[in-house]
């Protein structure tokens, strides 16, 4: 089967590098599937789950995205997140913990940009413990 080159990253880092025979995401309008030789495509893409499906074997390598931009091209997928996590690196009482934390600070908060930015901070935090309930069941 042929493959398409996918790149995800972060603000902060390279999450994955490789290549694919299938990529699936939330895109704005809904769920996208890629496949090699896919027409041409940017989208915003909301929070969840990145699924590669790895050539050659039915492993699938899922990173969790708190949104952002995909770019589609025939031989080529660049997802731009905003914030990324690989799937092995989520942790429920860590997430659990900073979600009391961004609790607590939200209280404290006296400007509207503080309260903005713990405001998505928690919506993200939320869609993180969303995430790993989603991966408790699958596995």
């Known amino acids: 089967m042929s493959t398409i080159?996918?790149?995800?990253?972060?603000?902060?880092?390279?999450?994955?590098?490789?290549?694919?025979e299938f990529v699936a995401l939330p895109g704005e309008s809904g769920e996208l599937g890629i496949l090699p030789q896919h027409a041409?495509?940017?989208?915003?893409?909301?929070?969840?789950?990145?699924?590669?499906?790895?050539?050659?074997?039915?492993?699938?390598?899922?990173?969790?995205?708190?949104?952002?931009v995909i770019e589609v091209q025939p031989q080529h997928v660049t997802v731009l997140a905003d914030t990324a996590i690989r799937s092995e690196e989520m942790d429920r009482a860590k997430t659990e913990k900073a979600m009391a934390a961004a609790r607590e600070a939200?209280?404290?908060?006296?400007?509207?940009?503080?309260?903005?930015?713990?405001?998505?901070?928690?919506?993200?935090?939320?869609?993180?413990?969303?995430?790993?309930?989603?991966?408790k069941r699958h596995h």
Do not use: M, N, W, Y
Not at 11 to 18: C, L, N, R, T
Not at 42 to 61: A, D, Y
Not at 107 to 134: G, H, P, R, V, Y
């Open 5 to 20: 080159k996918v790149d995800v990253v972060s603000a902060e880092e390279q999450i994955f590098s490789g290549d694919a």
């Open 40 to 68: 041409p495509l940017i989208s915003l893409i909301k929070p969840g789950f990145v699924r590669i499906t790895l050539p050659g074997s039915k492993e699938i390598k899922q990173v969790f995205v708190a949104g952002g």
């Open 106 to 135: 939200r209280s404290k908060a006296t400007s509207e940009a503080d309260l903005a930015k713990l405001d998505a901070q928690l919506a993200f935090l939320a869609a993180q413990l969303s995430a790993i309930e989603k991966l």
